[in-house]
């Protein structure tokens, strides 16, 4: 099976590069995928599970939460700011916090709902024009300004570009998160994952190469 297959090499990286068994979170992001097929993940015991659109995310997760304890859901994609309570309310963990008009938003709002998400800052480690995420030089102030917020931030996140090694990328993300005192690492795809968890990922967002390709929507 696809998940199992996953969660064999997931382990395997943890030793290879020394780290403890079971200290990689497996996000199985099912954004675009047949409910069928991600009711059949569910079926199979996982809990962990990635959207990255809040508009998904509310059409097929109250349901399954009715239907399966202990869903744990993370919203990875780019957060417009009219969505964020929104998301809040629906995720137990926001990956893609890249602004201080989010942060502060998010400040606000998880003061009302005496809550809030566990955050990871999206950092724009590509520098890329269309891509989310805080530039690297802007980072650490951005990090400071959200720490003064209160916010509990996790750790940082990046979606290395698309034509480069990924393993320079995920290098100076764990440089900013350790000289920021930061632990967690939300970085790693179908297609990297294990290089992610030899430089340090704390968490991996897989999805393809569970559920198969995406299927785009019908129209
Ligand atoms: C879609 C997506 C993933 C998963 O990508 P795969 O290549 O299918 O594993 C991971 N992270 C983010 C932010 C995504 O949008």
């Not at 939300?186 to 968490?203: K, N, P, Q």
Request: proline share 6%; net charge negative.
């Amino acid at each position: 099976m696809a998940l199992e297959d996953i969660q064999n090499r997931i382990a395997k990286a943890e030793a290879d590069a020394g780290r403890t068994p079971g200290s990689v979170k497996l996000i199985a992001v099912s954004k675009v995928q047949p409910l069928d097929r991600v009711e059949a993940v569910l079926e199979q015991g996982h809990r962990i599970f990635g959207e990255n659109k809040v508009q998904e995310a509310a059409g097929k997760w109250p349901d399954f939460r009715t239907r399966y304890d202990g869903i744990e859901l993370h919203l990875i994609g780019p957060l417009q700011s009219n969505k964020t309570r929104q998301a809040m309310e629906l995720a137990d963990a926001i990956h893609s916090v890249d602004r201080p008009k989010l942060a502060k938003g998010i400040a606000r709002i998880a003061q009302e709902l005496g809550s809030c998400p566990d955050l990871f800052i999206q950092v724009n480690t590509g520098e890329e024009e269309q891509k989310a995420g805080i530039l690297p030089a802007d980072a650490d102030a951005f990090i400071a300004e959200c720490r003064d917020l209160d916010l509990p931030i996790h750790g940082l996140m990046c979606i290395p570009p698309v034509d480069e090694e990924p393993a320079l990328h995920f290098a100076l993300l764990a440089k900013i998160a350790e000289r920021n005192g930061l632990d967690g690492l939300s970085m790693g795809m179908s297609a990297d994952f294990e290089s992610a968890i030899a430089l340090g990922a704390t968490h991996v967002r897989v999805g393809s190469a569970i559920f198969g390709d995406r299927v785009p929507p019908a129209g």
